[in-house]
Antibody, heavy 112, light 112 residues
């Protein structure tokens, strides 16, 4: 059974950093592209970033380029999202996704 | 960016009746490989999104055949036959044709 378990969320002040992790199991992690998708409170889904199966290619939405970094450790079957210079508009539940599966999500709140 | 426009915003359905949700794309979602890159997701209250339909008309694993989808290169319809109470939630269309991946704004299905 595919499992994606996010961690690392919490309350952080604007301008600070946070690193999310997603522990994957139930499939060969190194074979799949992985993504982060977020959902602001009471809002719709918003793709954030994708990383290729081997980490050689990364893609970001414009609003997070230069602030967020997606990475992976295939030996640990873990996906990461380093979020720097956080803004209030980054407040959301962040989902780790491996098409077609989604994790349960982790909440990130950016507020002073 | 590809814009996906969903309608209606919400729909209220009597159990046993049918419901249809529309998704219109600002660009053809037909890939060079002949695949129509349109996906439908359901997010039940308090849960992560789950894939219902992939590549416009293919039922995801475990999804009841009450769900079906059809369309052209830019106009798509999700149909739910014989709606059940478990179908309550927000339905999103999304594409995987190119980056950035985008989603429709969602259609809330309620039971009368």
């Amino acid at each position: 059974e595919v499992q994606l378990v996010e961690s690392g969320g919490g309350l952080v002040q604007p301008g600070r950093s946070l690193k999310l992790s997603c522990a994957a199991s139930g499939f060969t992690f190194s074979d799949y592209n992985m993504a982060w998708v977020r959902q602001a409170p009471k809002k719709g889904l918003e793709w954030v970033a994708t990383i290729s199966y081997d980490g050689s290619s990364t893609y970001y939405r414009d609003s997070v380029k230069g602030r967020f970094t997606i990475s992976r450790d295939n030996a640990k079957s873990t996906l990461y999202l380093q979020m720097d210079s956080l803004r209030s508009e980054d407040t959301a539940t962040y989902y780790c996704a491996r098409h077609p599966n989604w994790g349960q999500g982790v909440m990130v709140t950016v507020s002073s | 960016d590809i814009v996906l426009t969903q309608a209606p915003l919400s729909v209220s359905v009597t159990p046993g009746e049918s419901a249809s949700i529309s998704c219109r794309s600002s660009k053809s979602l037909l890939s060079s490989k002949g695949i129509t890159s349109l996906y439908w997701y359901l997010q039940r209250p308090g849960k992560s999104p789950q894939l219902l339909i992939y590549q416009m008309s293919n039922l995801a694993s475990g999804v009841p055949d009450r769900f079906s989808s059809s369309g052209s290169e830019t106009d798509f319809t999700l149909k739910i036959s014989k709606v059940e109470t478990e179908d309550v939630g927000v339905y999103y269309c999304g594409h995987r044709l190119e980056y950035p991946l985008t989603f429709g704004s969602g259609t809330k299905l309620e039971i009368k």
